[in-house]
């Protein structure tokens, strides 16, 4: 009786250390997967990123010597360099010459100081293609506020000057909804 005690034992430890110490030898080398920390704050949004995404919507007035008249623009960017923006959209009525204007843009974004509690100050300018219209040389302010890592929205007063004969002023009160793209 005690000898087949022992036998069961000595099986059952021989058991043990064949199939249970490999099995927990490896689960204790196995890494886990990399988490990400999470960042303490927000940064600032979408321009934390190197590139960026958008769509951008607004109202303002369009002003000639012909005419003033309210007008509209939607459009949507991405970035093609870190500073530099490529967008495409429609901006209509015009103050002179069509209703409605097809525009693309390239824009240069730059930051006139460092994000505070109220936002990001930028500086945007550039050039643009209005099809309808001619071409046009933008420039004005943004403030960008942080949603979170990631995303970003821009508030900005923009002037669309348009050197034709009669001169052209669409000035755009515009509202951007931006996302950083990865790399």
């Not at 430890?13 to 030898?25: Q, S, Y």
């Not at 002003?63 to 495409?88: H, M, N, R, V, Y």
Request: with cysteine; hydrophobic share 40%; proline share 5%.
């Amino acid at each position: 009786m005690q000898k087949g005690f022992t036998m069961k034992s000595k099986m059952v430890r021989e058991i043990f250390v064949a199939f249970f110490l490999p099995a927990i030898a490896c689960a204790q080398t196995q890494t886990s997967p990399a988490t990400n920390p999470t960042p303490k704050s927000a940064g600032i949004g979408a321009y934390e990123w190197n590139y960026r995404a958008g769509l951008t919507c607004g109202a303002g007035a369009t002003e000639s010597s012909a005419s003033i008249k309210p007008t509209a623009q939607c459009g949507a960017l991405f970035s093609i360099l870190p500073f530099l923006d490529l967008e495409a959209g429609v901006m209509g009525p015009q103050a002179n010459r069509s209703a409605v204007s097809g525009y693309l843009s390239t824009e240069l974004v730059l930051a006139l100081g460092h994000q505070t509690k109220q936002g990001l100050p930028l500086f945007v300018g550039g050039c643009t293609r209005m099809f309808e219209t001619g071409n046009a040389l933008d420039y004005g302010l943004a403030l960008s506020r942080t949603i979170d890592s990631a995303h970003s929205i821009q508030f900005e007063v923009r002037d669309y000057w348009v050197n034709a004969n009669p001169d052209q002023h669409d000035i755009v009160f515009r509202v951007m909804c931006l996302i950083g793209v990865p790399d």
